[in-house]
């Protein structure tokens, strides 16, 4: 069972209020439900959207035709007319958003009092809205009549809230950005816990100042981590090459947004993981995780701190926009590991350095440096084995096995339930798994949210195996469930 | 206990005659002042950019890092709002600060984190062998510019007036003023905009400099008066001197003004307890 619920309007209508008291509610009877926000470049006017997918099983995607549409404008009903499905409930008419909120509770068979209740939890103009949800209430009768299920216990989370519980949880002290877009939405988030968990978030004036303002916080033995998109982490990679020579430990959240360049700063992209691992000058150390849901972000991001604080590296936790702004309903907990603080505050240098803390030129103590970076990236292969490189799902035997890696997690995951494949997601870009042995003689699938296939072109630089099948997106949209079941399954053998 | 060792024992490598090596003394004689124990050493940071300047870093023993063109500013910001109890001392050349880095120097005085800023202006890239900054005078002349600079200079005096810094001055690359000006900038809370000239004995000799600087004092200027202020930075606009020409050295402009650590509750824990963000448990 899954029932798609898209709710449009101009920005600035409150879309996104009416998802989260439904997919509250929902939650709370016991389903499962994920929502994506779909949202242009501007402040108010043009057409955002929510769709939000519910089941009695879990689910991490979105599928293509809706069940019921709210219309808070006209447009809306005429951009998605295709992808109504026959008997699709449309809801529309001028009315405040609450109206809707009172007409969906009713339809899918909620009593009042659970309504009652999320516009109470909402602490705002309670009153007004309770009025306009009434009305709403009465206006309908109930068409799909949702039982209360032993479901999820799980609680909404978002890729971003993901991202900084695992930051948190990791003992970070400062988070250094520079607003923007799919990056943005953590520096509110953290900036929200700084009372509570008594951390520091600062605004520098560049994505070279945060860098740079990272670097000097981290030497001094703070947790620190940052965080941009696309260009903000091009400007930010001389400063990588620093903490490359200089061992700074550093956390950096890359939250990729469709490019090149300003590209379609609002919607998604995977364009970015030959940049993760190859930005910065010269040859140094790093890390570079990409989590595939809010449980493996909390992980991931934890597991980029213990990594830079142990190797005295820069460690990206790799996110993009479809990760960072969807929420997901996951009841498993994720795994934190203890991260250490040992940072000694001493000299440290872009230079190579001589034992003295001094620049110098010495070939034999550039090859002492050069040396010991090349034993630490040794030494963190070896620390990776410990952790979950990979994972596999599915029906683990099957001739056919799809691969993919990070937020293309969840639309995978919903398209092979019935289909006879497994699925392979790298978690960890670098160090990179060993999974030659994993793919040998299988009918590879690459699937990424981009137009080269850049996982697929790694692959090939580690294992040497070339793969042909690929369904790849890129017009800045997430893969949604039923779309991909079909091209799946025609790529099977 | 013996005092702790300030020099490093690197080799100088400045050229001989160097205005750096005025610089170098005046900070060495402030630090032997101010560094009595270990303890002491490790509670100054020292921040260094790229450019003949930045050598100081490999002769003086303080914790801190050698980082790249143009970042020193964000990094001393990044060093104090990381342990807000250490004294930061940050230095930089005319290409670091007024160029590679410009819209730092800028920011940095509004941040007004209680940080040392120190300028080497020699008016010339020098250890990339001679080319024109945004402070070298029309006219200036060499290999990639054989047709001579034609482009106005930047008054950084000015400038950092009109950011709204709240300590200004600068002073003549002389051993005993930049002790006096050291001392002067420990007394204000607040970012520090401390210029030196400094001439480059290679590529941007001093041609008179010296004879033509004064000192502002409270007989001649007002400090605390931002027109007044203004008036005596437009006195010389970096374009060369003449007979005309009077460069007048000192404290421009002080004000005091709330700094970054003040407004933050967080570091003002940190600073009332005498710790660092690396001391707290989790």
Known sequence: MRYNILFGGKAGQGPNVLTNLLGDALAKKGYYVFYSRDYQSLIRGGHNFNMLTFSDKPIHSNESKIDIIVALDENTLRIHKDNLKKNCIILGGKYPNMHFSGNLFKILGFEFEDLDRELKELKRKYKENVVEAKKGFEEKKCEIELKKIKGNKGKFLSGTQGIALGAVKSGLDIYYGYPMTPSTPILGELAGMQEEKNILVVEIENEIGVANAGIGSAITGAKTMIGTSGGGFDLMTESLSLMGIAEVPMVIYLAQRAGPSTGVPTYNSQGDLDIARHAGHGEFNRVVLAPGDPREAQELTNQCFYFSQKHKVPAIVLSDKHLAESYYILPQKPKIVSVGKNTKWKRYSSYEQGPNGSSTEKPELINRNVEKRIKVGKEIIKDSKKFPMYEIYGKKNSKNLVVSWGSTKGAILDSIEDLNCAFLQIKYIEPFPDIEKLLKGKNIILIENNATGLLGNLIREKTGIKIEKKILRYDGRPFLSDELEKDIRGNLK | ?282
Not at chain 2, 69 to 85: A, D, F, Q, S, W
Not at chain 2, 152 to 167: D, E, H, Q, V
Request: with cysteine; hydrophobic share 35%.
């Open chain 2, 1 to 282: 206990m013996s005092k702790p060792n300030i020099d490093t024992g690197s080799i100088n490598t400045w050229c001989p005659g160097c205005f750096n090596f005025q610089i170098l003394a005046g900070f060495r004689n402030f630090l032997g002042k101010e560094i009595k124990t270990e303890k002491q050493r490790e509670s100054i940071a020292m921040v260094a950019g790229v450019g003949c300047h930045a050598k100081i870093y490999d002769y003086v023993n303080l914790n801190g890092i050698n980082t790249i063109h143009g970042r020193v500013l964000p990094t001393c910001m990044g060093i104090k709002i990381g342990n807000p109890n250490l004294t930061v001392y940050g230095f930089a050349g005319d290409g670091d600060a007024y160029s590679e880095g410009i819209s730092h120097l800028i920011h940095a005085a509004r941040y007004n984190l209680d940080v040392t800023f120190i300028v080497h202006n020699n008016q010339v890239f020098a250890l990339t062998v001679g080319q024109p900054t945004s402070v070298t005078e029309k006219g200036y002349k060499e290999k990639t510019t054989p047709e001579g600079v034609v482009l106005p200079t930047l008054n950084p005096i000015k400038l950092m007036l009109s950011a709204r810094a709240g300590f200004v001055a600068r002073v003549f690359a002389d051993v005993k003023q930049i002790e006096w000006i050291l001392k002067e900038a420990k007394k204000h809370k607040g970012f520090k905009f401390i210029e030196v000239i400094q001439p480059c004995v290679v590529f941007h000799p001093d041609k008179g400099y010296k004879e033509k600087t004064y000192m502002l004092d409270s007989k001649n200027h007002d400090s605390s008066d931002i027109d007044k202020a203004m008036k005596k930075a437009s006195e010389w606009d970096y374009d060369g001197i003449d007979k005309k020409t009077k460069i007048p050295l000192g404290i421009f402009y002080k004000e005091k003004r709330k700094t970054f650590e003040e407004q933050h509750w967080q570091l003002q824990k940190l600073m009332k307890k005498k710790k660092s963000w690396r001391d707290i448990k989790r």
